[in-house]
């Protein structure tokens, strides 16, 4: 009998936020030679999108007495991302410590948080936003769904849970409606659903002083090397380079007005400001 | 990757990269912890996007004190720093403290009087030399940001030399009676709770006929006078208290009876750390407008940051910074110890005493004379802008002078480090 | 512990071991006979009755990449109704086949449903890659999808290149808002999946003389297949402020008069989620609102596309303005020797009268054009 993951109380709701580690942008290094990104920086960071799911999940908190545990697979030892998360109010933090996912693509880390979902003494729902500074973790939250068969909830806002179900607005497509589902469910949540409460200082001190961050290894999650093979990345990737600022040029029209207006009308068109249309 | 070469991992910390100097063996721990790191981003954060906007000035009338601005901080937790958490205060220390008022003071000088008012000298002492009722009382309200202090020690004939103080304190059963005037009290008019000095023995000199008391805004006998006009932090109120018969129970005396000097000077002391750490977050704020102005204007074609009297300017300000950044929040380490023995009831050797009013006095004048060359310096650079309101550089003319004289100006700072060295000897 | 004082390296190694002999075996069982998958497909997703815009934009490109493979493009539309009207726009886009899955349970987009009429035409019909345009929606749709199918996917692609020899496509990414690109690809798995940013392709001229197949499938959807029940309609989360508005037209003293700013309104009913804005200039002389004032006063404003009318371009607006964020600026001043007009992208020197009622004339006649 393994110990539990967590100290979270089984009788109580529970749901997961879970978050992407990614590097501290103030901080961000690069390599002059080949214009890479120094991918090993150590300090990392809540990514302004991942407040989303934390603050979903804070709000289940507030409104059903749920727990919050925070997730995150760590790629390099830091925990800055999980603290800020604790310091917004989240009760427990949870990082997933494999030296074997650390390049890992996103779905088979998703396998490895799934996993981790599967052994906790309970979940109600799990939140997890959109990209972050890494494109394809996006990609999360319908992989976990289907890797747990649970219910998706795309672009979710004000879910609530009631009768061991879910229930909120979702998104159809571009459209919003409400809906309700039994069992639990996967939330992702757009980078613009809330406006993210602020940790207080009274939240930062106890995240760091009183809240634990507990790290498991592949040993602690019962994940043996069969398990492992299964969860291996199917994308490869080649190195993340900067974009370089395009020196602008600027295109002078002195034509009549109306012939101006013919050709940038056009090109505003083809550049899709005019909408999905 | 395949291919990449894996980083070098240095054995003892598992980290890749160079070992830092704390880990070679010779660090001096000159770095803020991660909690520190994130106290300061979301501080940061916070005050941009919710407070920032709401700084607004009235040029005309009496000023108009920020209460939404206020209100907001208090509930984001930053009205009660170095109060420890089972008083309900974040319990981060004069570091903490200092690392808060540093990013108000970039955003608005009048916030950081307020701030530093209730903080340093309003809240502080009370904790400190407060009894267990005192810090649930009066403390807790404070530090969880539902009630505002203020601190009122100087009178109309006792400023600088504030050991000259009227106001008299007579014992009448359980309560005592105060009668006369303060000035200059920063929230005087907004407080909830005020320490208050007054001369409880006019018999005993400053050192034993002095006692500390809490007049609270409700108590009989106390009335707020006039509110001053003043040519900077016009947001923050400073107002003229006056003691009629003002009646206070015995039990609002803070420390013992007759040991208030001790009360005031430590407060004063560990306060002027935290105004330093406030001229700071100015100094910072206005290189980071500087830099960006002098990349944005252009004269004759090119950006005036071409110029190398413009270079200079902002080296020098950023070697200003980087001294400060220094002094400050080592400063603040050692009120923190100070505090610690303090609030433990531990006896405070006399050479630590001197040391914390010593370096406090010493960061003082150093950060508010660094930004009030700051701001001359981007006034300068900024030409015709820099007159006009839209880019606040005046409203900060104005403020900044403050800072050089309230809490002790800065030709007392220098008094008390010389009278130091004098007495002490060099102690470097 | 020893693992400890190696700060996990220890464990990784052991890891590695293990996965590196596990691995082979296990990508050898998963590998599918790449032979067996052929054909592009893009998924039409059907928006308030149209077919959007950005499944014509990777028919394009889908074409392209078929054409080079020499196999054919095949869109799959899931709909209720008479979506089949929607076919010949997609075959004279580019497509040779559309899939049509009727259902009154695809009224809506409705997730589960997608999901699974998708997984049983896909498994069913085995495309080598299958493009989805990117949104929220759809990139949990294609995660939950590339899972059950047990491939790999991809997100936020900007570009996609073929590696013929391989038969291999390389997606070029773009992260952290932007700011970062990066390649990848699905070396072991078919289908590829990839959802694709809007507007990385060029939309392609219709083709009248096209022809192509319209099948309609089969769909055995049920109610049991549909997880979320939805019980009613919510309204769209409310607008953006104007601090966050992807487009705004900023107008300055020169737009002359209260009548000037409300006519130059105009773009905005026209423009994709548009919003006005003003100078100090501007508000003084009482032409524009105080509450949409931009600039060092104001509201600091970061669009990708802004148009300026009338707006010389003083310091005191530029600060309001993040111009590392937009990415199309067009001004329009009637004074060439304007500061601004060197500044902005796209300089039009003229009355901005004529100019604007010459655009939304323009941009009116593009609307239309792009609906089909």
Known sequence: MSPPLVKADARRPLVVAIINQVPDLTYLRIDPGTGEIDLDEPDRVLHPNDRQPVESALRVKDADDAQVLVMAVDRQGAEEGIREALSMGADEGLLLSSGATRHSDALARANLLAHTVRHLPRCDAVFVGTETMEPDWSTVGGAIAAILDWNLVPGGREVRLKDGGTHGVAMYGAAFVRYKAAGPAVVTVRPDTHKPRWPTTWGVRDAYRDRTIQALNLTDLEIDGRMLARMASLTETRGQRVVRERKKETETFTDPPEVSARVIGKRLARDGYLGGF | ?428 | MADDELGGWGAFVQEQDAMDAERSQAASEREARPDEWRNVWVYAEVRDDHVRSSVYELIGKARELADALGVRVETFLAGTGDVDRHAQALIKAGADAVYIAKSPLHARQDPDAVHASLVHHVRRRRPELLLFGQNTFNDALAARLAVTLDTGCVTRVSGIRLETSERLFVFDQVGYGGRLERSSWIPKAKPQVATVLRRSFTRPLPDPTRTGQVIDVMTELGHEDLRLQVVGEAPEPAGLPLSQAPAVVLCGKGIGSKEGYAAAGRLTEIIHDCQMATTRSSVDLGFGPADRLVGIHGIRIAPRLLITLGVSGDLDTLEGIDTDRVSTWVAVDRDPESPILAMADIAVVSDWEPFIDALVETLKAEKRALTF
Request: hydrophobic letters at 40%.
């Open chain 2, 1 to 428: 990757m395949e291919g990449q070469a894996r980083p070098v991992v240095d054995a003892r910390t598992g980290r890749a990269g160079p070992p830092t100097a704390e880990e070679l063996g010779h660090g001096m721990r000159f770095r803020l912890t991660p909690e520190q790191r994130l106290l300061k981003k979301t501080t940061r954060e916070f005050l941009e996007s919710e407070v920032r906007h709401l700084v607004k000035e009235d040029k005309h009338g009496h000023g108009v004190f920020p209460e939404a601005a206020v209100k907001k901080m208090q509930e984001q937790g930053i009205f009660g720093m170095p109060i420890p958490r089972k008083y309900g205060g974040a319990g981060m220390g004069e570091v903490g403290y200092c690392l808060v008022a540093e990013e108000v003071g970039a955003v608005d000088s009048s916030l950081a009087t307020i701030l530093g008012a209730h903080t340093g000298i309003g809240m502080a002492p009370i904790w400190l030399f407060g009894n267990e009722d005192h810090r649930e009382r009066i403390v807790r309200p404070l530090a969880e940001g539902t009630a505002l202090g203020a601190f009122a020690l100087t009178e109309p004939t006792a400023g600088s030399d504030a050991a000259r103080i009227k106001t008299r304190a007579d014992r009448d059963g359980d309560e005592w009676v105060l009668n006369g005037r303060k000035i200059w009290c920063s929230n005087g008019d907004r407080a909830d709770y005020i320490l208050v000095m007054a001369v409880s023995d006019p018999t005993l000199g400053a050192h034993g006929g002095v006692t500390a008391f809490v007049v609270e805004k409700d108590f009989p006998g106390f009335q707020v006078g006039s509110i001053e006009d003043k040519m900077g932090i016009r947001s923050s109120s400073t107002a003229e208290l006056v003691f009629q018969d003002c009646r206070v129970p015995k039990e609002n005396v803070i420390g013992k009876v007759g040991e208030g000097f001790i009360v005031a000077l430590t407060a004063l002391d560990g306060g002027r750390a935290s105004l330093a750490a406030g001229a700071l977050g100015a100094c910072k704020e206005l290189l980071g407008r500087m830099i960006d102005f002098s990349r944005k204007r252009r004269r004759a074609g090119r950006p005036i940051a071409d110029n190398q009297a413009v270079q200079w300017k902002l080296a020098e300000l950023a070697i200003k910074i980087f001294q400060n950044q220094h002094i400050v929040y080592d400063t603040a380490q050692l009120v923190d110890r100070y505090y610690h023995l303090i609030a433990e009831g531990h006896p405070v050797p006399r050479a630590l005493r001197d040391e914390v009013s010593r370096k406090c006095a010493m960061v003082k004048v150093s950060a508010s004379e660094a930004a009030g060359w700051a701001i001359e310096q981007a006034l300068e650079l900024f030409g015709a802008a820099g007159v006009r309101d839209a880019w606040d550089l005046e409203r900060g003319f104005r403020d900044e002078i403050i800072i050089e004289i309230f809490e002790g100006t800065n030709e007392i700072q220098r008094l008390i480090i010389s009278r130091d060295l004098i007495k002490g000897g060099n102690f470097w």
